[in-house]
């Protein structure tokens, strides 16, 4: 019982000081169709979502935070269940918005795999390859456990072979490519009369396979 509470009053502490000198709104969430996860990348994955609902969730803000007690009732339970503060507040907040699916352009967030091993029974999750991921090729086994990515559109086979070799968690590759290069394809496309057709095919809203 001392344990219990010992680790309940951690997880308090924990609490008050994320949430020092933040300012809180008291507001209920709006349920939405698409959630894009980090703001700084939102301009790429805006032209994707066509005219579904879309909540941009400001990942790297720690100056406000958007609270109701249906989502006050959601954070203190994934936080009475272990979950770090940041991770329960966002995962709580998506649980509020209720979105088909959460895309992120930030493919190698390490907050992006928790909140989505939290959450990803719930709503879909996907991951939008950005880079070269070196990043992986140099992590340890242990290290690449950590990823979890249940849908990852990435940019082809080669991805699929190193993710699975070096034993990440993911639950659906989908090699289109780039979508800098599908864009600026497209771009050409308009603006010049000397480009071959063709362009990769990023619908957010499609069933995995289709």
């Not at 507001?27 to 994707?48: G, H, K, N, Q, R």
């Not at 269940?81 to 979105?99: N, T, V």
């Not at 559109?153 to 699975?164: I, P, Q, S, T």
Request: proline content about 4%; aromatic content about 12%.
């Amino acid at each position: 019982m001392p344990t219990l509470l010992g680790k309940v009053v951690r997880r308090l502490k924990r609490m008050a000081l994320w949430v020092r000198d933040v300012e809180i709104h008291w507001l209920a969430p709006d349920p939405v169709e698409v959630v894009i996860f980090y703001s700084t990348t939102a301009e790429y994955l805006m032209p994707l979502c066509g005219g579904a609902k879309t909540f941009v969730v400001d990942v790297e803000s720690r100056n406000t935070l958007q609270l109701s007690w249906g989502l006050l009732k959601d954070f203190t339970i994934l936080l009475l269940q272990g979950h770090k503060p940041q991770i329960a507040y966002l995962s709580a907040l998506l649980r509020r918005l209720a979105p088909a699916i959460v895309v992120t352009y930030i493919d190698n967030s390490e907050l992006f795999y928790e909140v989505a091993r939290v959450n990803h029974r719930r709503m879909r999750f996907l991951a939008i390859q950005n880079g070269s991921r070196i990043d992986v090729v140099e992590k340890s086994s242990k290290g690449a456990q950590r990823i979890f990515i249940p849908e990852f559109a990435c940019f082809g086979e080669y991805e699929r072979d190193l993710y699975l070799t070096k034993g990440a968690s993911v639950g659906h590759f989908i090699p289109v490519g780039s979508l800098r290069e599908s864009y600026f394809r497209q771009y050409w496309q308009k603006n010049s009369a000397s480009v071959y057709a063709g362009s990769y095919d990023y619908d957010m809203c499609s069933a995995p396979g289709e």
